[in-house]
């Protein structure tokens, strides 16, 4: 089924103006939250998703090399669920980038640099590792002026410190910072603040047909697999929406204040910042909102999917 005759079922008519490319670049099967973040942006009229990168998760899979195929075949298993067979989805880089300079040839590198050389602003969702958009800037490196980098990930500022999504690949995280792309960071201390409970997700995803059953199960699975009482994100019936910033950041108004220019830090061995005077300015998010962003999620997974 096309994704428009999904997008039928929400029944949202919106300027075609309005209409962004994106391209979703997602770690799918490190935990349970890209699931929600990749079907936020598949069901939003105004985003016109040109396609879905799997990025590794080597970092936390062990480097076994495999991570990047679980992503990829978790993206193929959720379009097949949200009965979406015209969007189409790359392998990308299967391990770390080994310096700065490293431009490793996948599929999705490729995509994304055909993309972004296309007319007009290309905005690349990034909800983990950087890789993929340091290896296609650093492989064509013209593109960089045509990108709007969606970046969930590094610690809060002023100083910083070890966040998941940096951890993966800082060498990628410092490449696109030095590159001419135009970056939006949602640090860690904004997107924790996207919180749900299992009850909120039992009652309003559940229903939700095939997909909701699906979405919630592999979360609650998650959730005992993941469940450690030293890690302060989780108390045991919650959970991080965090990806979702990804798409919260271009369904909210530009009227906000809600974000501040900041130079570009330099990433520290320990993944701390240090101050960078003559880095670019890049737009970091002080806050999302959070009821829009999860109401607007719940919504079109009920409109499209409830029964």
């Known amino acids: 089924m096309k994704r428009t005759e999904i997008l039928s ?4 008519d919106v300027p075609p103006a309005s209409r962004l490319r994106v391209l979703l670049d997602t770690d799918a099967k490190n935990e349970a939250d890209d699931q929600y973040a990749i079907m936020h ?3 939003s009229p105004m ?4 396609g879905i990168v799997a990025a590794h998760f080597e970092q936390k899979d062990g480097f076994h090399g495999a991570s990047m195929e679980k992503s990829y075949h978790e993206i193929e298993k959720l379009l097949s669920l949200a009965e979406i067979d015209d969007v189409p989805f790359y392998r990308g880089c299967a391990s770390p980038l080994r310096d700065e300079a490293d431009a490793p ?3 999705g590198v490729r995509a994304l640099i055909g993309e972004a050389r296309k007319p007009g602003k290309l905005y690349v969702a990034v909800m983990g590792a950087m890789t993929n958009v340091a290896a296609a800037i650093t492989a064509a490196p013209e593109i960089a002026g045509n990108l709007v980098v969606l970046w969930n990930g590094g610690g809060p500022y002023p100083e910083g410190r070890p966040e998941f999504n940096v951890m993966q690949d800082p060498a990628a995280a410092r490449a696109v910072l030095a590159s001419e792309a135009e970056v939006w960071q949602t640090d860690q201390s904004v997107y924790c603040s996207l919180e749900v409970t299992l009850a909120e997700l039992k009652q309003r ?4 047909g095939a997909l909701g059953r699906y979405l919630y199960e592999q979360l609650e ?3 005992h697999r993941e469940y450690n009482p030293h890690f302060l994100l989780r108390t045991g019936e919650n959970w991080t929406l965090g990806d979702n910033t990804t798409a919260a950041v271009l369904l909210m108004n530009r009227l906000r204040g809600n974000w501040h220019m900041e130079h570009a830090p330099i990433i520290r061995e ?3 910042y240090q101050a960078n005077p003559e880095g670019k300015m890049i737009r970091v998010y002080d806050w999302i909102d959070v009821r829009m962003t999860l109401e607007d999620l719940f919504s079109k997974l009920e409109l499209a999917y409830g029964e």
Do not use: S
């Open 9 to 12: 079922r929400i029944g949202m």
């Open 41 to 43: 942006h598949l069901l």
């Open 47 to 50: 985003l016109d998703v040109r």
């Open 105 to 107: 040839d996948r599929e």
């Open 205 to 208: 995803v559940f229903p939700c």
């Open 221 to 223: 699975a998650e959730n």
């Open 270 to 272: 320990d993944l701390t």
